[in-house]
């Protein structure tokens, strides 16, 4: 499977945990990108890696959340001392630089408990 | 800034009747636009694109989608609904050299099809 990998799938955890996402792109897109979703709403921008460099991040992502792209390949999404208002779908998305069109992996649906 | 306004939540069709899903786009450069389907539990899947070229594109499944830039719109149609389509459908703006490609998704809109 080349498309866009996703771990884990879900994660429950308890309200003031850490949690750590993982996702690797398709193999040689330079670009890697992160939403979150939630119920009933449109996938919201969190951050974007143009290979290792992280260029933009959101106002919703607060200083709990941190994103990683050390080596350009896989990212890493931490959010620190969750809250019941982290519970959500977290995509990760890549592309090619030259094109916009991104590749979405399945997910990883958080649940604070 | 580039936004995206779906002007329905929710569409109710029966099967083999036409599909339409409405897009209002706002955005200060050339965008690149997208329709993306999302069945449940399901990753999203790319429909169609438009990146400037011909302004009727055609997508997966029979799904085509007209960019008209006097009304900034870019509605979804199917001339004939099936059973499968029920799914939620998201319009999608992009601007790369502006905003690095970063995808901007409408609320999104169900699609649900009567036998």
């Known amino acids: 499977d080349t498309g866009v990998s996703q771990d884990p799938r879900h994660k429950i955890t308890k309200r003031g945990q850490n949690v750590t996402f993982r996702c690797d792109p398709i193999?040689?897109?330079?670009?890697l990108y992160w939403y979150r979703q939630t119920l009933g709403q449109g996938p919201e921008f969190l951050t974007y890696?143009?290979?290792?460099?992280?260029?933009?991040k959101s106002r919703l992502l607060s200083d709990r959340f941190s994103a990683e792209r050390p080596k350009g390949s896989f990212s890493t999404l931490e959010i620190q001392r969750t809250e019941q208002g982290d519970s959500a779908m977290y995509l990760c998305?890549?592309?090619?630089?030259?094109?916009?069109?991104?590749?979405f992996g399945q997910g990883t649906r958080l649940t604070v408990v | 800034a580039q936004s995206v306004t779906q002007l329905d939540s929710h569409v109710s069709v029966s099967e083999g009747t036409p599909v339409l899903l409405r897009c209002n786009y706002s955005?200060?450069?050339?965008?690149?636009l997208f329709w993306y389907v999302q069945h449940p539990n399901k990753g999203l899947q790319l429909l169609l694109k438009?990146?400037?070229?011909?302004?009727l594109v055609k997508g997966i499944n029979g799904f085509e989608a007209e960019f008209k830039k006097s009304e900034t719109s870019f509605h979804l149609t199917k001339p004939s609904a099936h059973m499968s389509d029920a799914a939620e459908y998201f319009c999608?703006?992009?601007?790369?050299?502006?905003?690095?490609?970063?995808?901007?998704f409408g609320q999104g809109t169900e699609l649900s099809v009567k036998p």
């Open positions: 955005s200060s450069y050339s965008p690149s």
């Open positions: 193999s040689e897109h330079n670009r």
């Open positions: 999608v703006v992009s601007e790369v050299y502006n905003q690095g490609g970063k995808l901007i």
């Open positions: 890696f143009q290979n290792e460099a992280q260029l933009e």
């Open positions: 998305a890549s592309s090619p630089s030259v094109s916009t069109e991104a590749f």
């Open positions: 438009y990146t400037s070229a011909a302004t």
